[in-house]
Every structure is written in C-alpha cells, then in structure tokens.
C-alpha cells in the first residue's frame, strides 16, 4: 500500500512513439492478425497466458495490454506478437534474424525428409 503523501503517480498514455499506435492496440492487432477475433481464439490465448477470460477480452478490445508475465507468453507462442514487439521497441531489425532462423530450421526439417525418402528409395 502506498502511503498518502499527496503525491499523485503520474498516468502515461501507453504510447509507443515508433510506431505511434498506443501499446494495448498494437498487441490487439497483432493478436486478431494471428488468431481472428473469435471464443476460440480468447481460449488459445487463455491457455498459453493463463490468463482470465476478461483479461484476454481487454486484450483483444485493446482496452488494456498484456503485462510482462503474459506477454512473454505472448512472445513465446506468436510470432506475430514478437513482430509487434519488436516494432514497438524500434527493433525491427531484429526480426530478420528471427525468420532466418525460422528458414534454416524449415530447411533442416525437409532436408531429414528427403534424405528418409532416399534411405527408402
């Protein structure tokens, strides 16, 4: 509990002044980018957050954004999330790392196929 000193904690607007879209709309877009804007999609963001169902709907309606526990679940299960992040924080730059490593493990993965195919040939 804060002590009543008088002082008032000051209220920032949630702006991020790269992209000039404030936070909690950024994450909401980026979320119905991914999932749609549908029960099903609260629910998939439910489990990966464990967050409540009313959190997960302020998400969405963008009158609020995820705290840091949860949007680094966020992150961690969607791309599209890390984009937006990204963009937020003025990294954007970083995401050509991010789907370069995305490439190789693909490329990797069929690389394990066809050699199996071959193996069978």
Excluded: C
Excluded at 9 to 17: F, I, N, V
Excluded at 73 to 91: E, I, Q
């Amino acid at each position: 509990m804060l002590p009543k000193t008088g002082k008032v904690l000051p209220k920032g607007d949630g702006r991020a002044a790269a992209v000039g879209l404030p936070y909690a709309a950024t994450v909401a877009l980026a979320l119905r980018d991914e999932l749609a804007d549908s029960h099903r999609a609260i629910k998939v963001v439910m489990r990966w957050t464990g967050a409540s169902e009313r959190t997960v709907k302020n998400w969405f309606a963008a009158t609020r954004g995820p705290t840091g526990e949860h949007l680094v679940s966020l992150v961690r299960h969607s791309d599209v999330v890390l984009d937006a992040f990204l963009r937020l924080t003025g990294r954007e730059a970083l995401m050509v790392a991010v789907n370069l490593a995305d490439a190789r493990s693909k490329l990797v993965e069929m690389l394990e196929i066809v050699d199996q195919l071959l193996q069978r040939a």
